[in-house]
């Protein structure tokens, strides 16, 4: 079954500054790829994704980008600001029959001011 | 995306009891999904609920510890059985807005005392 792997488990950075987060997945099958932003006490909520058809993917400050060969994808944060500390969520799908997803461990980010 | 509520929204209990957790939806779905994430930690799948048929459930999670119902499109519950300490946790339902796409509901705080 499909495997994801998440680093780092904890990120601080200051306001402004860049954030990558990066995934690794073991299904070379998988198709979709979904990052999810938590933050303290509510819901996660689904912030940006990328389709196995294409390399990156923008959004205002923040970007994915997937590599299918090395079974990677990533997630960049641009001109961080405080309201972007939370945690967060990769996840890629376990193919076949209904594709469920797999969580990865979470990255902390926390952005001083 | 689609509204989704869940209640209660928290609760403390006493071992040895049973909880029901309620999920609504704005929307008709085929598929809905209950997660437990425990403290600090990330989301771990109990169950798939489709209308009409048994649950599937994960490796880890049986039945008996986690009746689900699936009366309709728009609802499921989830009961936590035979409580402990150890069933201390979050409890999350989502559905499926799109291939792989999942949305989440705000969640129920279970404390187990």
């Known amino acids: 079954g499909e495997n994801v792997e998440q680093h780092p488990s904890t990120l601080s950075v200051q306001e402004g500054d860049s954030a990558v987060i990066k995934c690794t997945y073991s299904?070379?099958?998988?198709?979709?790829f979904p990052w999810y932003k938590q933050e303290l006490g509510k819901r996660p909520q689904l912030i940006i994704d990328i389709r196995s058809n294409v390399g990156e993917k923008k959004d205002q400050r923040i970007a994915v980008t997937l590599n299918k060969t090395a079974k990677h994808f990533s997630l960049h944060i641009t001109e961080t600001q405080p309201e972007d500390s939370a945690v967060y969520f990769c996840?890629?799908?376990?193919?076949?029959?209904?594709?469920?997803?797999?969580f990865g461990a979470g990255t902390r980010l926390a952005v001083h001011p | 995306s689609a509204v989704i509520s869940q209640k209660p929204s928290r609760d403390i209990c006493q071992r040895g009891t049973s909880l029901t957790i309620q999920c609504q939806v704005d929307?008709?779905?085929?598929?809905m999904f209950w997660y437990r994430q425990q403290p600090g930690q990330s989301l771990t799948l109990i169950a798939t609920?489709?209308?009409?048929?048994?649950?599937?459930?994960e490796s880890g999670f049986v039945i008996d510890k986690f009746p689900i119902s699936r009366p309709n499109l728009t609802f499921s519950t989830l009961t936590v059985s035979n409580m402990s300490p150890e069933d201390s946790s979050i409890y999350l339902c989502s559905v499926e807005g799109g291939p792989g796409v999942e949305f989440f509901g705000p969640g129920t705080r279970l404390t187990v005392l």
């Open positions: 929307s008709q779905v085929t598929m």
């Open positions: 609920a489709n209308q009409g048929s048994e649950a599937t459930y």
């Open positions: 996840a890629a799908p376990q193919v076949g029959g209904y594709n469920k997803l797999i």
């Open positions: 299904d070379s099958a998988s198709n979709y």
